[in-house]
């Protein structure tokens, strides 16, 4: 007996309950995706508002000891070195987490917060500064780096959520609004032992790449090199001059999906012992 071929119409049906059921599963999928997000960012206020309740934070107007200064008193150095430390008490942030490290702040942006370390760069991608699962992450530090000994270059990490949370607020640093204030070219790190000041020096975006946060080189030849290429890379108004025994800072979030990165790279120019 020869089989009968559905009707047309019945396949013309088939085909568009197919696409109704997929295009509803993505709305579901898109839906789920969103809620996820808003969720976080909920948790991520509610964090940032019990840190702010229990951080104290003082400016703390103290000479401190100047690193590599240079002989030109009319360098932006002397500027930067005349601004008052940012000193914290870490007491209660590492009763709430032993991984805290440091305190962070760059001017004119939302960049306020506690650095934590842990022995990898996956976890605080992905958990909060209570260590609850969180996609919005934490502010963290390489865990190649050392505050307590700094190498010649110290890195930091942080997502860039779209509501301006963790480094969401260093796109900050791409336009010529942020760029052109003088004030804004240093950031303050403070740690257990020491209050510590970084003047900018370089600023850009590139693709994904590890040759930016190299820690440690094999000589001064290499660390040369290193510095020269990311002053070239450099897009803001600034002339800042490094030496090959600067200990670097440098601040890493993504730009897009595309894997695109926005740097930000700073020199020590002075701390204080605690």
């Known amino acids: 007996m020869q089989k009968t071929q559905p009707p047309k119409r019945t396949k013309r049906n088939l085909r568009k309950m197919i696409i109704i059921i997929v295009c509803v599963a993505n709305i579901l999928l898109s839906f789920g995706i969103i809620l996820k997000w808003c969720l976080d960012n909920l948790k991520t206020q509610k964090m940032n508002k019990e840190l702010e309740q229990q951080i104290n934070v003082n400016q703390i ?64 991608l992905t958990h909060s500064f209570d260590k609850s699962k969180n996609d919005a992450g934490w502010v963290f530090m390489d865990y190649r780096s050392d505050i307590n ?44 032992k020491e209050d510590m000041i970084f003047q900018i020096f370089s600023i850009y975006t590139i693709q994904s790449e590890n040759y930016y946060i190299q820690s440690d080189f094999n000589d001064s030849n290499e660390k040369r090199k290193w510095l020269e290429t990311l002053k070239k890379r450099n897009i803001a108004p600034i002339d800042t001059d490094v030496q090959v025994n600067d200990k670097v800072l440098t601040l890493s979030t993504c730009k897009n999906h595309s894997g695109d990165r926005i740097v930000v790279h700073a020199k020590l120019i002075k701390k204080q012992t605690r």
């Open 149 to 192: 000994h700094l190498k010649d270059n110290t890195v930091i990490y942080g997502h860039a959520r779209l509501d301006g949370t963790m480094f969401g607020s260093l796109r900050n640093v791409l336009f010529y609004a942020w760029q052109r204030k003088r004030e804004n070219y240093v950031i303050f790190l403070s740690s257990f």
């Open 61 to 124: 107007y103290e000479q401190g000891e100047l690193i590599n200064p240079p002989k030109d008193k009319n360098s932006n150095y002397y500027y930067y070195a005349t601004f008052p430390f940012y000193q914290v008490d870490f007491s209660s942030l590492s009763s709430k987490n032993k991984e805290t490290v440091a305190y962070i702040h760059v001017n004119n942006t939302n960049i306020d917060y506690p650095v934590v370390q842990t022995d990898d760069n996956q976890f605080y």
